[in-house]
Structure formats: structure tokens, C-alpha cells
């Protein structure tokens, strides 16, 4: 019937949005260049620190790599110590699907608000499910996919970085499963934050 979800009405009002958050400039600046800034920083460091033969970090050598695998004790000192730092950037990025999706939202639902595009949406046809699907699709495709970038970006760079028994101790199934399970949950927890902010507000800043 009338009530019944229609999927052109959503994939209408999602176009719209996405269209009209492109030329924001300072949108992008937060959501995808700063999530890549931290990221590369922290690759450096993680894979310069360990290198660095004047470095002593014996609180992260041995007793944190005691805590891991047996493959993860058997590389080297400065592997074992690559392999901790990198762990605890999977971590790191978690705060990226959150950042992402929050900046994208508040945009998404103050534009509407200094556009005043919001009523006259509001009298069409779409109900309120509908339009609350289109923007939380809005924010949170995005947000996910931008965390997922930003991963492959990272796996790309330790995979010609790290050796091969490195490598499988930082992609490891639990790593796998924070990025393509949590990550999508922590963006919707980004969204939500996001529309209760722009709410009471009309500046994205």
C-alpha cells in the first residue's frame, strides 16, 4: 500500500544528499584526509620505532609479546615490536568509521536545515522510515567505506612492509572481524551522535 518502504524514494533522497555534500571542502578534509593522516603517521612510527637501534623499549618487547602467539615470539625483537604497535592500530581505526559517519550526518542533516530543503522534503510523498534509511544510508555507506580504505591502504603498504609471519599476526581473524563487523557498528554509533548533534545546531562545525 501507501505505507509500504519504497527503495527509488531512498535511492532519490541519498543521490540528492551525496550530491550535495561533494563540494564541501571541509567534509572531505575530515572524513577521508584526516582518518588517512592518522593512519599514516602511525604507520611510520610503528614501522620506523622498531628499527631505530638507539631505541630500548623493553616494556613493549618481551613481556607484551609474551601475551601473543607462539609465532609472534619467535620473530625477531624489532618484528615482535612492529607486530604489537600495529595491533593497537587496528584500534585506531576504529575511531575512524565513527569520525567519518559523524561528519557526514551532521553535514548531511544541517544542510538540509540551511538549505531550507527539509519541508518541502518533508511534503513529498516519503515517510518517515524512508527518510530515516536515506540518511542513515547517507552517512554510514560512506563511513564504512572509508574505514575499509583505509584498511586496504594500510594492508597494502605492510604487505610489501612486513614479513610474511608478521603480517599474519596483525591480519588475523580477530583483526578481520573488528574491521567488516564492529566497524559498521561503531559507524552507526558515529551516526547517531551525528543527527542528535545537528539537531541542536546549525553550523556542521
Do not use: C, H
Amino acid at each position: 500500500g501507501s505505507r509500504a518502504v519504497n527503495a527509488g524514494r531512498i535511492r532519490a533522497v541519498v543521490l540528492k544528499d551525496w550530491a550535495g555534500l561533494l563540494p564541501e571542502r571541509a567534509l572531505g578534509a575530515t572524513s577521508v584526509g584526516v582518518p588517512i593522516l592518522l593512519v599514516a603517521i602511525y604507520l611510520g612510527l610503528a614501522l620506523y620505532i622498531p628499527q631505530a637501534n638507539d631505541l630500548e623499549l623493553p616494556s613493549i618487547d618481551r613481556p607484551a609479546a609474551e601475551a601473543l602467539t607462539p609465532v609472534v615470539e619467535a620473530l625477531g625483537r624489532s618484528d615482535r615490536m612492529q607486530v604489537l604497535l600495529l595491533r593497537q592500530m587496528l584500534l585506531m581505526l576504529m575511531v575512524i568509521p565513527e569520525l567519518a559517519t559523524m561528519a557526514i550526518a551532521t553535514y548531511s542533516v544541517i544542510g538540509e536545515k540551511r538549505a531550507r530543503s527539509l519541508e518541502p522534503l518533508l511534503a513529498t510523498p516519503i515517510t518517515t522510515v524512508e527518510l530515516l534509511a536515506a540518511k542513515s544510508l547517507v552517512a554510514g555507506i560512506p563511513g564504512v567505506a572509508i574505514t575499509w580504505g583505509v584498511f586496504g591502504l594500510a594492508a597494502a603498504v605492510l604487505a610489501v612492509a612486513l614479513p610474511p609471519a608478521a603480517l599474519g599476526t596483525v591480519f588475523d581473524t580477530g583483526s578481520l572481524l573488528l574491521i567488516l563487523v564492529i566497524a559498521p557498528l561503531v559507524a552507526l554509533l558515529g551516526l547517531s551522535l551525528g543527527v542528535i548533534a545537528s539537531a541542536r545546531t546549525s553550523d556542521p562545525r
